[in-house]
């Protein structure tokens, strides 16, 4: 048998890497359940969404971090005061307008968004990517865009499979994501302790 093997130091030396591996080891596992825990916070219903497209829950979360670094990257912005009433008054408008042209007015809505979308600094060239930049801060909402672009985009190319009932709820989800992206941004007031 081999002396150097029963050696105490290198039992001793042995002993302490196989330690270090397994607290490695914790360590990563831990980090990547708050990795997930936090994903699963922040995106809710769009984290399982993305895992069902990716197919593991490591490439939807890598997905998800991309997404998150670029929408850091754009120059989002809350609307102004004034900017926020006109974008109410022409939501107004619009909603106005949904009993005499259903269609119409979800077309109208579709385009609203898209130019409030615009104006917050979200880029706006592709469906996909716009929901996917939204799902990062407004997850909430995301589903909603999608149902109501889908029915916007069934008008527009001529589908006829949109029936009032779609229509009106295509109408629901607008104003839902409308609100979510015109909201005011809260102050939190900071009260100094003694």
Do not use: C
């Amino acid at each position: 048998m081999n002396e150097h093997l029963l050696d105490p130091k290198f039992i001793m030396l042995a002993g302490v890497v196989i330690l270090v591996i397994a607290v490695l080891a914790w360590m990563y596992v831990q980090q990547r359940r708050s990795t997930t825990a936090s994903l699963r916070q922040q995106f809710g219903p769009e984290y399982e969404r993305a895992v069902h497209q990716q197919g593991s829950e490591r490439k939807a979360e890598a997905k998800l971090v991309d997404r998150q670094e670029r929408v850091e990257k754009l120059n989002i912005r809350d609307l102004d005061p004034m900017e926020r009433e006109r974008f109410s008054k022409q939501w107004e408008s619009v909603q106005s307008r949904f009993v005499d042209s259903p269609r119409g007015a979800v077309a109208e809505a579709d385009d609203l968004v898209s130019s409030l979308m615009k104006t917050r600094g979200y880029l706006v060239s592709d469906f996909d990517q716009r929901a996917a930049d939204i799902s990062v801060d407004h997850p909430r909402v995301v589903e909603d865009y999608r149902f109501a672009h889908d029915i916007a985009l069934r008008i527009r190319i001529g589908k006829n499979g949109a029936n009032t009932e779609d229509l009106r709820a295509a109408m629901i989800h607008y104003r839902s994501l409308l609100d979510e992206l015109a909201q005011a941004p809260t102050i939190v007031e900071r009260k100094e302790v003694a």
